[in-house]
């Protein structure tokens, strides 16, 4: 019997319970030197790895061209060794508004060990640029003296290593090294507070963007977006060649908690950087930061991502810590639609089974989502009369309620169905069936949707080929088991030949659909 609230779910919950078959969660692993090979990569994708994110603030054009070879040509090979067309969309991090150090060098590892109490000297001169010690290092923003006062924090490495200016000369801050650690080249330097005259977009962004839409990647990650003007300004530089990129904007500071809103509207997408984010917000308010952003998105469907070291202690032991295991449950129940996996996939030891890992903690934190409640309060807010798209959504989860759906099987021809019913929250996986593989990376970053592309010759018959494409959707969710002979779905799809959105809802039981 379903619970009729969330206090009641939540006492139905069981441990004994078996585990769902499919993680609804998308899982963005970032690739670096542990997992960029073809047999690791294929190895992450069987894991269910759904985007795979390339940090181009390091490593050469070349090195990530290579990388994005190698992920094409895992998804070559795993879709043939599982006989259909595996989903994966390709992203990549863009420097934004950031400051860097130049290059470090201890015995040729390109790094070096920075002792606390020691002194540092922080320079704009050039000429360190690419000769960096544990005495003087480079840091590639000019300006950095203006916004720079004796006493201020500055903060090396995602904030691993901490500075304390102690005095500033024309063209270097003096530093007493506050946490000291392992620094490696050309990483990030933060300011916590300070209000840097950075341009939103620089011109290695612009190139970085370039070689994006070369590579035919699919997502942007944009560093340290501050306001409306720094996904406007991507999309200005992506043009007519990156029209189908999607926006997704990291939150790592105050500018851009302060200006959430507007950002959260002018892109598609926002990614929760919470230990940046630490820096400049106390801890014991990051989770409101989380919480809210979160929300916000939910509330106009767009989807949120949060970046953590979410496996940290599986690196250092082979099983993740409670602590690690609640952190990303409860970023499922809050309503993230991916989590991303960083450092561990990047330069772990093993990242298939921290993908294995991520999955099942994933299956088992969705069944402590209480979708209906949320789904409830998005479509109260809905003011009528809707458009057609609107309307078919509402209608489509309404159904699935109705007849306890066991899946929604949409029939699409543009983007827009899928991504719609995704935000009112249905409770069940969406099975977005298209023959247009450029929809597909759309799709993957929103919660419950299964993208499936068909291969398969269109029959010549327009309402036998929407029954192939629906039998196709219902094999999958057999193979895969989270559909069985007995469930009840929901179908998505046009109504007439070359209509140009779907509009007809209509409830399917999966027997009758194997049939067909």
């Given at each position: 019997?379903?619970?009729?609230?969330?206090?009641?779910h939540?006492?139905?919950?069981?441990?004994?319970?078996?585990?769902?078959?499919?993680?609804l969660?998308?899982?963005?692993?970032?690739?670096?030197p542990?997992?960029?090979?073809?047999?690791?990569?294929?190895?992450?994708?069987?894991?269910?790895?759904?985007?795979?994110?390339?940090?181009?603030?390091?490593?050469?054009?070349?090195?990530?061209?290579?990388?994005?070879?190698?992920?094409?040509?895992?998804?070559?090979?795993?879709?043939?060794?599982?006989?259909?067309?595996?989903?994966?969309?390709?992203?990549?991090?863009?420097?934004g508004?950031?400051?860097?150090?130049?290059?470090?060098?201890?015995?040729?590892?390109?790094?070096?060990?920075?002792?606390?109490?020691?002194?540092?000297?922080?320079?704009?001169d050039?000429?360190?640029?690419?000769?960096?010690?544990?005495?003087?290092?480079?840091?590639?923003?000019?300006?950095?003296?203006?916004?720079?006062?004796?006493?201020?924090?500055?903060?090396?490495?995602?904030?691993?290593?901490?500075?304390?200016?102690?005095?500033?000369?024309?063209?270097?801050?003096?530093?007493?090294?506050?946490?000291?650690?392992?620094?490696?080249?050309?990483?990030?330097?933060?300011?916590?507070?300070?209000?840097?005259?950075?341009?939103?977009?620089?011109?290695?962004?612009?190139?970085?963007?370039?070689?994006?839409?070369?590579?035919?990647?699919?997502?942007?990650?944009?560093s340290?977006?501050?306001?409306?003007?720094?996904?406007?300004?991507?999309?200005?530089?992506?043009g007519?060649?990156?029209?189908?990129?999607?926006?997704?904007?990291?939150?790592?500071?105050?500018?851009?908690?302060?200006?959430?809103?507007?950002?959260?509207?002018?892109?598609d997408?926002?990614?929760?950087?919470?230990?940046?984010?630490g820096?400049?917000?106390p801890?014991?308010?990051?989770?409101?930061?989380?919480?809210?952003?979160?929300?916000?998105?939910?509330?106009?469907?767009?989807?949120?991502?949060?970046?953590?070291?979410?496996?940290?202690?599986?690196?250092?032991?082979?099983?993740?810590?409670?602590?690690?295991?609640?952190?990303?449950?409860?970023?499922?129940?809050?309503?993230?639609?991916?989590?991303?996996?960083?450092?561990?996939?990047?330069?772990?030891?093993?990242?298939?089974?921290?993908?294995?890992?991520m999955?099942?903690?994933?299956?088992?934190?969705?069944?402590?989502?209480?979708?209906?409640?949320?789904?409830l309060?998005?479509?109260s807010?809905?003011?009528?009369?809707?458009?057609?798209?609107?309307?078919?959504?509402?209608?489509?989860?309404?159904?699935?309620?109705?007849?306890?759906?066991?899946?929604?099987?949409?029939?699409?021809?543009?983007?827009?169905?899928?991504?719609?019913?995704?935000?009112?929250?249905?409770?069940?996986?969406?099975?977005?069936?298209?023959?247009?593989?450029?929809?597909?990376?759309?799709?993957?970053?929103?919660?419950?949707?299964l993208?499936?592309?068909?291969?398969?010759?269109?029959?010549?018959?327009?309402?036998?080929?929407?029954?192939?494409?629906?039998?196709?959707?219902?094999?999958?969710?057999?193979?895969?088991?989270?559909?069985?002979?007995?469930?009840?779905?929901?179908?998505?799809?046009?109504?007439?030949?070359?209509?140009?959105?779907?509009?007809?809802?209509?409830?399917?039981?999966?027997?009758?659909?194997?049939?067909?």
């Amino acid at each position: 019997m379903e619970a009729v609230n969330r206090l009641e779910h939540l006492c139905s919950l069981s441990v004994y319970k078996p585990v769902a078959n499919v993680a609804l969660t998308g899982i963005i692993c970032t690739i670096g030197p542990s997992s960029r090979s073809v047999d690791v990569l294929e190895g992450m994708m069987e894991a269910g790895m759904t985007i795979a994110r390339l940090n181009l603030a390091s490593d050469s054009h070349a090195y990530h061209a290579e990388t994005i070879s190698n992920i094409r040509k895992a998804v070559e090979g795993y879709s043939k060794k599982i006989g259909s067309y595996y989903s994966l969309a390709i992203a990549v991090d863009i420097r934004g508004p950031e400051i860097r150090i130049g290059s470090v060098d201890r015995a040729g590892l390109g790094e070096t060990t920075l002792k606390r109490g020691e002194i540092l000297k922080l320079t704009i001169d050039q000429e360190y640029a690419e000769k960096g010690t544990n005495k003087i290092i480079y840091v590639d923003y000019e300006n950095i003296i203006k916004f720079v006062s004796r006493g201020a924090r500055i903060y090396l490495h995602d904030g691993n290593i901490s500075l304390i200016c102690t005095g500033v000369a024309s063209d270097y801050l003096n530093c007493i090294i506050e946490v000291g650690g392992l620094l490696p080249r050309c990483a990030d330097v933060k300011i916590p507070g300070a209000n840097l005259d950075l341009p939103d977009v620089s011109e290695q962004d612009k190139k970085d963007i370039n070689f994006a839409v070369e590579q035919g990647v699919d997502i942007i990650f944009a560093s340290f977006v501050r306001s409306i003007y720094g996904p406007i300004e991507i999309r200005n530089v992506l043009g007519k060649r990156g029209e189908d990129v999607l926006i997704v904007s990291k939150i790592e500071n105050h500018q851009g908690l302060r200006n959430i809103k507007e950002i959260i509207s002018a892109s598609d997408g926002v990614m929760i950087m919470r230990i940046i984010l630490g820096l400049e917000v106390p801890p014991e308010k990051i989770f409101l930061a989380q919480k809210s952003i979160s929300a916000n998105c939910t509330a106009i469907g767009k989807p949120v991502v949060c970046v953590t070291v979410v496996m940290e202690s599986m690196v250092r032991r082979n099983k993740p810590s409670r602590p690690d295991i609640a952190d990303v449950a409860n970023l499922i129940v809050d309503g993230m639609d991916c989590v991303v996996l960083t450092d561990e996939t990047a330069k772990g030891p093993d990242p298939v089974s921290y993908v294995n890992q991520m999955v099942l903690i994933c299956k088992e934190a969705e069944t402590v989502a209480y979708q209906k409640e949320i789904s409830l309060i998005i479509r109260s807010k809905v003011k009528f009369p809707v458009d057609i798209p609107h309307s078919v959504a509402l209608s489509a989860v309404e159904a699935v309620e109705k007849c306890q759906a066991s899946a929604l099987v949409v029939v699409d021809y543009n983007d827009i169905s899928a991504k719609l019913i995704s935000k009112y929250r249905p409770g069940c996986p969406i099975i977005a069936v298209t023959r247009n593989k450029k929809l597909i990376p759309h799709w993957l970053l929103y919660r419950s949707i299964l993208p499936l592309y068909i291969n398969e010759p269109e029959a010549e018959d327009w309402l036998e080929d929407i029954d192939m494409c629906i039998g196709f959707a219902v094999k999958y969710g057999l193979r895969k088991r989270f559909l069985k002979l007995g469930d009840m779905v929901v179908v998505v799809s046009g109504w007439k030949k070359r209509s140009s959105t779907a509009s007809a809802v209509r409830y399917m039981p999966v027997g009758d659909i194997v049939e067909l």
